[in-house]
């Protein structure tokens, strides 16, 4: 029996320590029924905790569909990402091998990335449209392209069947 989760967003935004203060901004800029992934691992634990407290009350009020990703589990949570675990699951796929095994392992969905060049990983070699499709053609999970992303790559990508997109820059404009 599949589990049962909210409807999986087309629009995501993914916590970063470089946004700072224009995390609120980003979040207030989702349009309801967005999703976020909260991820600030380099937080102390107790740290972690108080920002993603701060972070769902604003998913709550907007209708927001926050994930997390690390290990520990988190109050307001509705799923999380990269991991098994309760809820909405989405899983980060780099390859097609890592694909595959994100899908056996139960995920939801997939951000698959890197779409496009991005400032996330500086230097590190785009998919581009061509190697994007060949990565998900066929794939039995909504896909979510990330990095570099924002309307323009969404045009893009949108001939390859995609679900939505995920950024961190496009949100914090």
Not at 1 to 29: K, N, Q, S, V, Y
Not at 99 to 117: K, R
Not at 144 to 168: F, K, S, T, V, Y
């Amino acid at each position: 029996m599949r589990r049962r989760h909210p409807p999986i967003p087309r629009l995501w935004l993914m916590t970063d320590p470089r946004l700072g203060e224009r995390l609120w901004d980003a979040l207030e800029r989702l349009p309801r029924g967005s999703g976020v992934i909260f991820r600030h691992y380099q937080l102390a634990p107790a740290e972690r905790r108080a920002l993603f407290a701060r972070i769902a009350k604003v998913a709550r009020r907007r209708g927001l569909v926050l994930l997390r990703a690390g290990a520990r589990p988190m109050r307001g949570e509705a799923g999380v990402h990269g991991r098994r675990g309760p809820g909405l699951v989405t899983w980060p796929a780099h390859t097609r091998r890592e694909a595959m095994a994100a899908i056996a392992a139960g995920a939801d969905a997939l951000l698959v990335s890197p779409a496009f060049p991005t400032r996330s990983h500086p230097g590190a070699a785009a998919l581009g449209p061509v190697r994007f499709g060949l990565l998900t053609r066929g794939l039995s999970v909504p896909i979510i392209a990330l990095g570099g992303m924002d309307a323009r790559g969404e045009r893009r990508l949108a001939p390859l069947g995609i679900h939505g997109w995920a950024a961190i820059d496009a949100w914090a404009r």
